[in-house]
Antibody
Framework: EVQLVESGGDLAQPGRSLRLSCTAS????????VNWVRQAPGKGLEWVGF??????????EYAASVLGRFTITRDDSKSIAYLQMDSLKTEDTAMYFC?????????????????WGQGTLVTVSS | DIQMTQSPSTLSASVGDRVTITCRAS??????LAWYQQKPGRAPKSLIF???NLESGVPSRFSGSGSGTDFTLTISSLQPDDSATYYC?????????FGQGTKVEIK
């Protein structure tokens, strides 16, 4: 069974950092891209960024709202993807979801998400 | 970034009704469109990818169509379990974007 489990969400002060983890199981993690999507309380979905697989050089893409502050990495030996969030802002408060991106159905520029984790909550407040 | 506009924002329909949600892209996205269903307090669930391809395990009453800038998600016979918010997402560029969502309520 495909599973994705996010962890690391917490309360953080503005300007501080957090690192989220996405632990995968039930499939060959290294064959897939990983997306990060967030949802502010009561709001819609916002794409944060994604990381391609090693086959595609682990190239990353980011939304303009997080570019230069957030970094996505992966450790295929552990089946984990990370979202490093630096210089946090109050507007980063959201539930953060990781999801699997199947390369064979990607556009070449980004991927949709076929399986999702349950999310981890990040609250940025002083 | 490409803007995705869904309509309507909310709809109310009866069990058994045919329901249609539209999604319009601000520029040509070819067929790189996905649809997701999200219930309160839950993660999104993928329904459709590449505009018209049904994800494994998704009921056949769901279907997607369109290409270019105009897309449609259709539920052929609305069921009580379909009460949820539906989002479209374009992934034709290196900055994917979602529509604002359509809330479907059961009368």
């Amino acid at each position: 069974e495909v599973q994705l489990v996010e962890s690391g969400g917490d309360l953080a002060q503005p300007g501080r950092s957090l690192r989220l983890s996405c632990t995968a199981s039930g499939f060959t993690f290294g064959d897939y891209a990983v997306n990060w999507v967030r949802q502010a309380p009561g709001k819609g979905l916002e794409w944060v960024g994604f990381i391609r697989s090693k086959t595609f050089y682990e190239i990353t893409e980011y939304a303009a709202s997080v570019l230069g502050r957030f970094t996505i990495t992966r450790d295929d030996s552990k089946s984990i993807a990370y979202l490093q969030m630096d210089s946090l802002k109050t507007e980063d408060t959201a539930m953060y979801f990781c999801s699997r991106g199947p390369h064979r159905f990607c556009s070449g520029y980004s991927c949709h998400s076929d399986y999702w984790g349950q999310g981890t909550l990040v609250t940025v407040s002083s | 970034d490409i803007q995705m506009t869904q309509s309507p924002s909310t709809l109310s329909a009866s069990v058994g009704d045919r329901v249609t949600i539209t999604c319009r892209a601000s520029q040509n996205i070819n067929i790189w469109l996905a649809w997701y269903q999200q219930k309160p307090g839950r993660a999104p669930k993928s329904l459709i990818f590449m505009a018209s391809n049904l994800e494994s395990g998704v009921p056949s009453r769901f279907s997607g169509s369109g290409s270019g800038t105009d897309f449609t998600l259709t539920i052929s016979s609305l069921q009580p379990d379909d009460s949820a918010t539906y989002y479209c997402q374009q992934y034709s560029t290196n900055s994917a974007t979602f529509g604002q969502g359509t809330k479907v309520e059961i009368k």
